[in-house]
């Protein structure tokens, strides 16, 4: 965390847009598919990669996305709150 909070706005907006970019790869499948399934809604913006946090209180610890794919609830979590840690300054 203190290394983010080092991080000038330029930075953090890099660093926000390669760990987003990261994450999309990483979890190719369609997400927004993954929510729908298990009946929560999607915050809108930021290319649907937010959720609403109801996305990860089933208590899964992994879940079959239709379409193809797995995804690890806890650790999508992980990676979720890695990425929020710069929206303090930019919401890009």
């Known amino acids: 965390?203190?290394?983010?909070?080092?991080m000038n706005d330029h930075e953090k907006e890099q660093a926000f847009k390669a760990k987003k970019a990261e994450m999309q790869?990483?979890?190719k499948a369609n997400i927004s598919n993954f929510c729908h399934y298990h009946n929560?809604?999607?915050?809108?913006g930021w290319d649907m990669l937010f959720f609403n946090a109801r996305c990860f209180t089933k208590g899964a610890k992994a879940?079959?996305?239709p379409g193809?794919?797995?995804i690890s609830v806890p650790e999508l979590v992980k990676d979720y709150n890695d990425l929020m840690q710069y929206q303090t300054v930019y919401k890009g």
Request: hydrophobic share 45%.
């Open 1 to 6: 965390m203190g290394k983010i909070i080092q």
């Open 68 to 70: 193809g794919g797995v």
């Open 25 to 27: 790869k990483k979890y």
């Open 40 to 44: 929560v809604e999607l915050s809108v």
């Open 63 to 65: 879940s079959v996305i």
